[in-house]
């Protein structure tokens, strides 16, 4: 099993809406280093639900997946603002993950918070400039997130 942290904006789709739905395509990333952090993963792996572009951004709770490697639809759709003219269904360029809802954290983990326990190596949405939709967690780092999530 691995460990990811997947961004979303609480008011395009949160924690609370994977909550309600339970199981919920991944779609729209359309940054090929994310894409490919998309395909690496498998059934079974945890992922933590960061909440950007709000006050204040942080980790909010996990998500598993629950089915990897699904071609994303939104890229054939021309209607859609995902879609991509460049993809076609013989040769999708954008791959994505079904996630379902694990937990809802009791206090997130603030990015500030992020930011005095781990350094940017250890814990990529650290960075600055960062802004990657999808990235791996190393498995010790998993541990102290998840530590941390429930001692609060």
């Known amino acids: 099993m691995a460990y990811w942290l997947m961004k979303s904006e609480p008011d395009v789709y949160g924690i609370n809406d994977l909550a309600r739905d339970q199981t919920e395509l991944w779609d729209g990333v359309r940054n090929y280093q994310a894409r490919n952090f998309l395909t690496s993963m498998a059934v079974g792996d945890l992922a933590f639900f960061y909440h950007s572009n709000t006050k204040p951004p942080g980790i909010v709770g996990l998500a598993k997946i629950v089915e990897a490697n699904v071609v994303d639809p939104t890229q054939f759709d021309?209607?859609?603002?995902?879609?991509?003219?460049?993809?076609?269904?013989?040769?999708?360029?954008?791959?994505?993950?079904?996630?379902?809802y694990v937990e809802t954290f009791p206090t997130g983990i603030t990015l500030d918070q992020l930011k005095d326990a781990f350094s940017p190596e250890d814990l990529w949405v650290v960075r600055r400039g960062n802004r990657l939709s999808v990235m791996p967690v190393a498995d010790a780092v998993a541990e102290r997130l998840l530590a941390m999530a429930r001692s609060a």
């Open 78 to 100: 021309p209607t859609h603002k995902y879609y991509d003219a460049k993809s076609s269904p013989d040769k999708p360029r954008w791959r994505t993950v079904v996630v379902g």
